[in-house]
């Protein structure tokens, strides 16, 4: 059984750090696409990041490009998302996303699918 647990999420002030974890188990780790999303009350939910496990190519919204880092640990079966100099309009339930088996060029789609979804973790920043 597929699954995705993400974790890391909390409550922080302006110009704050956390860093968010998407712990995936029951498949091979190796040659997917993983993706964060995130959505705010009254808002559509958005494509903050993604990254391909077996390149590790990796893409950024472009108002959160140089805050937000993507980054995968193979051993670990764990994609993170580290987020600085975090505002209060970051404020979202954060989910992970799995596409499975992505191809090379996945990540440069103009409009990426995913198969499976994560529960959220929320993350509120105070002003």
């Known amino acids: 059984e597929v699954q995705l647990v993400e974790s890391g999420g909390g409550l922080v002030q302006t110009g704050g750090s956390l860093r968010l974890s998407c712990a995936v188990s029951?498949?091979?780790?190796?040659?997917?696409?993983i993706g964060w999303f995130r959505q705010a009350p009254g808002k559509e939910r958005e494509e903050v990041s993604c990254?391909?496990?077996?390149?590790?190519?990796?893409y950024y919204a472009d108002s959160l490009k140089g805050r937000f880092t993507i980054s995968s640990d193979n051993a670990k079966n764990t994609v993170y998302l580290q987020m600085n100099s975090l505002k209060p309009e970051d404020t979202a339930v954060y989910y992970c996303?799995?596409?499975?088996?992505?191809?090379?060029?996945?990540?440069?789609?103009?409009?990426?699918?995913?198969?499976?979804w994560g529960q959220g973790t929320q993350v509120t920043v105070s002003s």
């Open positions: 029951g498949f091979t780790f190796d040659g997917h696409g």
């Open positions: 990254i391909h496990t077996r390149y590790g190519s990796s």
């Open positions: 996303a799995l596409k499975l088996w992505a191809t090379w060029d996945w990540i440069y789609s103009g409009s990426r699918q995913y198969d499976y």
